[in-house]
């Protein structure tokens, strides 16, 4: 009676898949995404439960992994204008919001700003009292043209008081607008935080679309289940969460996708790379969850403070074109790309690709003709083409010791079952539709990120505080208590200050209750 | 001879100063808004050699104090080193003085310019770190006897404070982070002020001009797709700096931080790649690299400037934003002679942060 079913919504294709309680996966398709994304989505789980032949109340749980939300941004469509609250003034003043935003976007985005007095110090004591004055003299004269606004205070990972004292007048006498608190979007860096805030305050009338079009999609087929959105780190919102917090959906892609053949290969840590016609991906599972770039993430153009996975790419996929010069043989970076089955000589074209080198070194088998290009040529073609992998998957790795290595996407097919440094290559099954299960596996997790003066305490006294903290966060998103496991610990002591302050940084995350796993 | 640095030069200046500040300094980002700012209002700075300074007149350095970490949360009103400068200038009855970086790497090298584009004076091409460091007796002004007081400190209410005087600089020091933790943790100061006679002696002379020419060279390669470490090492033999080296290169495969007296000590243990493969090499920082260790021998030490690279782009990772798994490159860029006397290697060389032996200079590996 409890299946799970996983969505994703690509450029492309819908995907969905059903798992059983145990995650088995008992259908799956794809369907190629139309205009209306209702329908695509009605007619992708349409088709997964014929396939399973499982009535629509089997469905205990929906999880949607969409990239509504990132396109939005990217395309700089369907933003609504965002009335900005900035607290912590006259600090502050000299970087006013959207400052550094791409022209095209911050047009959209810009309606009415204020800075206004408020905000805490690093440790917690207010800086002034909040100008709330000036806040309702501004919302009075623009919340009638708004919809939505970001509040952002200074410090306000230390101490929210300032920001929810907003949210809370917002309630009270402008219900209409939907509010963005920027200590629940993003961490300590005033700035970064605030593009956050201020970009998830834009897409609340997008997101509500998608949220609309999942809810009907699946009323139209009969699944009542209770539902949720996929997010960046590969975890998971409830609904009336998803609707605030909208931005945390902007990377669920990759991240879903890496989770999703971590979990059809059965491995928690393994070096995975997903090999397309013109290039290739490598990235890094560890304890299940993708590996996270160090670097502050741009999205569409604007500085923010997302953590996104780690990935490397690699000019190299099935359609890159071989070429010999006098000295040396290369493979890509250029590529044929789609045209890859008119032009490749084992589809009968003249141009050289990996693919070619590949049949022609029988380590796959595809296409139906043989390539023309010699064994000599072929050979140390190949050979520059693994050499160019095996040193991406080098790089990725955290130690010389072999690895397993998850070879999935198109062009996975060309890979030997043998690489330097990886122990075993492993090729799952339904791999073409690991986004979707990696959003339908997803757990709930909880976050803490933020400064704590370490006077007067110890070290462990903070870091199980925080930890405490970051599982009471997870279990209010609907975490199972005692399945909860620590996925990150991180501390990063303030430089330049002599008052032992740091900044702690934890995730946990375990799965949803109630989940009869 | 004297130029002049405008808006267009800034984005070069800001990755220049970022490797300068040999992991610590902080990200330029802010500082660069706030001298573009004022450089967009009031038009370019005129940037001052040292030699054309007349002895008399009056040079106030000018900078940022506090955690990078407090600057970034809570941004500047941007009227602080004003303030700073000014008061200063108050203070002595002075009115016309030039405006000189203490410090050329991180934010640092941009707060001098946001004071001399809003008081349309020149900004004079020195400073007294020649990178960054983390103390505010860490300058030749000092090594060179020079008085650090009277200084000011200014916070975003306006508030300001005047050290009139302090028996030495590192009293300075002392009391000034002490005020800088009660003003909320970042604060703009103004200290050594003195007259061009004692910078001639004492500043480190071209340093702001070698930021941007690093900078430049950075910018430059990665149009013409040239590699952008090879740019670097090529663009840090100026103004008495030696050829700059990429001691190795590799993956990040630890990282691990204490705090030890408010400082952001730890190592991290890079894994070589490529030619370097099978070996490890290990920096110890505090804010800032110290040294480089590889087997039992230190290959470079302070104050050489160390600075770990993104191998890929060429632009500075800083010791806050080191993290496993990294691709980076390590450079080594020799100091001048002026920050290698006896008298500054005291202050600065390795026993200045605790270790118990003498400065050896970089002989490449």
């Given at each position: 009676?409890?299946?799970?079913?996983?969505i994703d919504v690509g450029g492309t294709n819908t995907?969905?898949?059903?798992?059983?309680?145990?995650?088995?996966?008992?259908?799956?398709?794809?369907?190629?995404v139309t205009r209306d994304v209702v329908s695509s989505i009605?007619?992708?789980?349409?088709?997964?439960?014929?396939?399973?032949?499982?009535?629509?109340?089997?469905?205990?749980?929906?999880?949607l992994g969409t990239t509504q939300v990132t396109n939005a941004i990217i395309e700089r469509q369907r933003l609504n204008p965002v009335g900005m609250i900035r607290i912590g003034a006259?600090a502050t003043l000299a970087v006013p919001p959207l400052t550094g935003w791409p022209a095209s976007l911050k047009e959209m985005v810009q309606r009415a700003s204020i800075m206004v007095?408020g905000g805490?110090?690093?440790?917690?004591?207010?800086?002034?009292?909040?100008g709330?004055?000036d806040i309702r003299r501004f919302l009075d004269e623009n919340a009638h043209t708004l919809s939505s606004i970001a509040v952002t205070a200074v410090?306000s990972p230390?101490?929210a008081?300032h920001e929810l004292a907003v949210r809370d007048l917002i309630g009270?006498e402008y219900p209409h607008l939907t509010v963005s608190l920027s200590h629940e979007i993003g961490s300590v860096g005033l700035l970064e935080r605030e593009n956050a805030t201020v970009l998830n305050a834009a897409v609340a009338e997008v997101a509500s679309m998608a949220a609309n079009a999942f809810e009907d999609a699946?009323?139209?087929?009969?699944?009542?289940?209770?539902l949720?959105f996929a997010q960046n780190d590969?975890?998971?919102m409830a609904m009336d969460y998803a609707l605030r917090y909208p931005i945390l959906t902007v990377a669920c892609g990759p991240t879903n996708?890496?989770?999703?053949?971590?979990?059809?290969?059965?491995?928690?840590?393994?070096?995975?790379?997903?090999?397309?016609?013109?290039?290739?991906?490598?990235?890094?599972?560890?304890?299940?969850?993708?590996?996270?770039s160090?670097l502050a993430v741009e999205v569409g153009g604007v500085r923010t403070n997302f953590r996104m996975p780690?990935l490397?790419?690699?000019?190299?996929?099935?359609?890159?074109?071989?070429?010999?010069?006098?000295?040396?043989?290369?493979?890509?970076?250029?590529?044929?790309?789609?045209?890859?089955?008119?032009?490749?000589?084992?589809?009968?074209?003249?141009?050289?690709?990996?693919?070619?080198?590949?049949?022609?070194?029988?380590?796959?088998?595809?296409?139906?003709?043989?390539?023309?290009?010699?064994?000599?040529?072929?050979?140390?073609?190949?050979?520059?083409?693994?050499?160019?992998?095996?040193?991406?998957?080098?790089?990725?790795?955290?130690?010389?010791?072999?690895?397993?290595?998850?070879?999935?996407?198109?062009?996975?097919?060309?890979?030997?079952?043998?690489?330097?440094?990886?122990?075993?290559?492993?090729?799952?099954?339904?791999?073409?539709?690991?986004n979707?299960?990696?959003?339908?596996?997803?757990?709930?997790?909880?976050?803490?990120?933020?400064?704590?003066?370490?006077?007067?305490?110890?070290?462990?006294?903070?870091?199980?505080?925080?930890?405490?903290?970051?599982?009471?966060?997870?279990?209010?998103?609907?975490?199972?208590?005692?399945?909860?496991?620590?996925?990150?610990?991180?501390?990063?002591?303030?430089?330049?200050?002599?008052?032992?302050?740091?900044?702690?940084?934890?995730?946990?995350?375990?799965?949803?209750?109630?989940?009869?796993? | 001879?004297?130029?002049?640095?405008?808006i267009e030069?800034l984005d070069?200046?800001a990755?220049?100063?970022?490797?300068?500040?040999?992991?610590?300094?902080?990200d330029?980002y802010i500082?660069r808004v706030m001298a573009e700012t004022?450089i967009r209002e009031?038009?370019?700075?005129?940037?001052?050699?040292?030699?054309?300074?007349?002895?008399?007149?009056?040079?106030?350095?000018?900078?940022?104090?506090?955690?990078?970490?407090?600057?970034f949360e809570?941004v500047p009103?941007g009227?602080?080193?004003?303030?700073?400068?000014?008061?200063?200038?108050?203070?002595?009855?002075?009115?016309?003085?030039?405006?000189?970086?203490?410090?050329?790497?991180?934010?640092?090298?941009?707060?001098?310019?946001?004071?001399?584009?809003?008081?349309?004076?020149?900004?004079?091409?020195?400073?007294?770190?020649?990178?960054?460091?983390?103390?505010?007796?860490?300058?030749?002004?000092?090594?060179?006897?020079?008085?650090?007081?009277?200084?000011?400190?200014?916070?975003?209410?306006?508030?300001?404070?005047?050290?009139?005087?302090?028996?030495?600089?590192?009293?300075?020091?002392?009391?000034?982070?002490?005020?800088?933790?009660?003003?909320?943790?970042?604060?703009?100061?103004?200290?050594?002020?003195?007259?061009?006679?004692?910078?001639?002696?004492?500043?480190?002379?071209?340093?702001?001009?070698?930021?941007?020419?690093?900078?430049?060279?950075?910018?430059?390669?990665?149009?013409?797709?040239?590699?952008?470490?090879?740019?670097?090492?090529?663009?840090?033999?100026?103004?008495?700096?030696?050829?700059?080296?990429?001691?190795?290169?590799?993956?990040?495969?630890?990282?691990?931080?204490?705090?030890?007296?408010?400082?952001?000590?730890?190592?991290?243990?890079?894994?070589?790649?490529?030619?370097?493969?099978?070996?490890?090499?290990?920096?110890?920082?505090?804010?800032?690299?110290?040294?480089?260790?590889?087997?039992?021998?230190?290959?470079?030490?302070?104050?050489?400037?160390?600075?770990?690279?993104?191998?890929?782009?060429?632009?500075?990772?800083?010791?806050?934003?080191?993290?496993?798994?990294?691709?980076?490159?390590?450079?080594?860029?020799?100091?001048?002679?002026?920050?290698?006397?006896?008298?500054?290697?005291?202050?600065?060389?390795?026993?200045?942060?605790?270790?118990?032996?003498?400065?050896?200079?970089?002989?490449?590996?």
């Amino acid at each position: 009676m409890k299946y799970r079913l996983g969505i994703d919504v690509g450029g492309t294709n819908t995907d969905a898949v059903i798992l059983t309680p145990d995650d088995m996966v008992v259908a799956k398709t794809k369907t190629p995404v139309t205009r209306d994304v209702v329908s695509s989505i009605r007619d992708a789980v349409r088709a997964v439960l014929k396939d399973s032949e499982l009535p629509a109340d089997a469905i205990s749980h929906a999880m949607l992994g969409t990239t509504q939300v990132t396109n939005a941004i990217i395309e700089r469509q369907r933003l609504n204008p965002v009335g900005m609250i900035r607290i912590g003034a006259p600090a502050t003043l000299a970087v006013p919001p959207l400052t550094g935003w791409p022209a095209s976007l911050k047009e959209m985005v810009q309606r009415a700003s204020i800075m206004v007095r408020g905000g805490h110090e690093f440790d917690g004591r207010p800086m002034a009292p909040l100008g709330l004055n000036d806040i309702r003299r501004f919302l009075d004269e623009n919340a009638h043209t708004l919809s939505s606004i970001a509040v952002t205070a200074v410090f306000s990972p230390v101490n929210a008081e300032h920001e929810l004292a907003v949210r809370d007048l917002i309630g009270d006498e402008y219900p209409h607008l939907t509010v963005s608190l920027s200590h629940e979007i993003g961490s300590v860096g005033l700035l970064e935080r605030e593009n956050a805030t201020v970009l998830n305050a834009a897409v609340a009338e997008v997101a509500s679309m998608a949220a609309n079009a999942f809810e009907d999609a699946l009323r139209e087929v009969g699944v009542e289940a209770a539902l949720f959105f996929a997010q960046n780190d590969g975890t998971l919102m409830a609904m009336d969460y998803a609707l605030r917090y909208p931005i945390l959906t902007v990377a669920c892609g990759p991240t879903n996708s890496m989770r999703g053949a971590a979990f059809l290969s059965r491995l928690d840590d393994a070096v995975i790379i997903d090999v397309g016609g013109t290039s290739s991906d490598i990235g890094m599972i560890r304890g299940g969850f993708p590996r996270q770039s160090s670097l502050a993430v741009e999205v569409g153009g604007v500085r923010t403070n997302f953590r996104m996975p780690d990935l490397i790419a690699l000019g190299l996929g099935g359609g890159s074109r071989v070429r010999e010069s006098e000295e040396r043989v290369t493979v890509g970076p250029d590529s044929v790309g789609y045209r890859i089955i008119e032009e490749a000589q084992v589809f009968g074209g003249d141009v050289l690709t990996f693919t070619d080198v590949a049949v022609g070194q029988k380590k796959a088998h595809i296409g139906h003709r043989n390539p023309t290009v010699s064994q000599d040529l072929s050979e140390r073609a190949y050979r520059e083409a693994l050499r160019i992998i095996e040193e991406g998957i080098d790089r990725m790795k955290t130690s010389a010791e072999p690895v397993p290595l998850i070879a999935v996407g198109g062009g996975s097919a060309l890979l030997p079952d043998r690489l330097e440094g990886v122990s075993e290559v492993i090729r799952p099954l339904h791999f073409d539709v690991a986004n979707a299960i990696g959003a339908a596996i997803a757990q709930v997790s909880g976050r803490v990120d933020r400064i704590y003066a370490m006077t007067g305490r110890s070290r462990d006294q903070v870091i199980q505080d925080a930890i405490a903290t970051a599982q009471a966060d997870a279990v209010r998103a609907g975490a199972d208590r005692n399945t909860l496991e620590i996925i990150e610990v991180e501390e990063i002591p303030l430089a330049y200050l002599p008052s032992n302050a740091s900044r702690v940084r934890i995730t946990v995350a375990g799965q949803l209750a109630g989940d009869p796993l | 001879m004297s130029w002049q640095i405008g808006i267009e030069d800034l984005d070069a200046l800001a990755i220049g100063a970022a490797i300068l500040g040999t992991g610590g300094g902080g990200d330029p980002y802010i500082g660069r808004v706030m001298a573009e700012t004022a450089i967009r209002e009031n038009g370019s700075v005129t940037v001052y050699n040292v030699d054309d300074l007349d002895d008399d007149r009056w040079v106030i350095p000018i900078a940022g104090m506090g955690a990078p970490t407090v600057l970034f949360e809570k941004v500047p009103r941007g009227t602080e080193p004003v303030a700073a400068f000014r008061r200063l200038e108050d203070h002595l009855g002075v009115q016309d003085a030039f405006p000189c970086p203490i410090e050329a790497g991180g934010i640092n090298s941009m707060v001098p310019l946001q004071v001399a584009a809003l008081l349309k004076r020149p900004v004079v091409d020195a400073d007294g770190m020649g990178r960054a460091f983390p103390a505010l007796y860490m300058q030749t002004f000092h090594i060179f006897g020079i008085q650090g007081t009277p200084a000011c400190i200014a916070s975003e209410f306006d508030d300001f404070v005047i050290l009139d005087h302090l028996h030495d600089n590192y009293a300075l020091e002392w009391i000034a982070r002490g005020i800088t933790i009660r003003m909320g943790g970042h604060t703009f100061l103004s200290q050594f002020p003195m007259r061009g006679h004692d910078v001639k002696r004492s500043a480190i002379r071209g340093t702001l001009s070698l930021g941007l020419r690093i900078g430049k060279a950075v910018l430059l390669a990665e149009k013409n797709h040239r590699d952008p470490l090879e740019a670097v090492c090529e663009a840090t033999h100026y103004a008495g700096y030696g050829r700059g080296q990429i001691v190795f290169s590799g993956k990040i495969v630890e990282v691990s931080r204490r705090t030890a007296d408010g400082f952001a000590r730890g190592k991290v243990r890079i894994q070589g790649l490529n030619a370097d493969r099978d070996q490890s090499f290990e920096i110890e920082f505090q804010n800032e690299n110290l040294l480089i260790r590889h087997e039992e021998r230190i290959l470079a030490m302070v104050p050489d400037l160390i600075t770990v690279l993104d191998s890929h782009t060429g632009l500075a990772v800083t010791t806050e934003r080191l993290r496993y798994g990294q691709r980076v490159a390590v450079l080594v860029i020799p100091a001048p002679a002026i920050m290698k006397s006896p008298e500054a290697l005291q202050v600065w060389g390795p026993r200045g942060f605790d270790y118990d032996f003498d400065y050896e200079k970089y002989f490449g590996r």
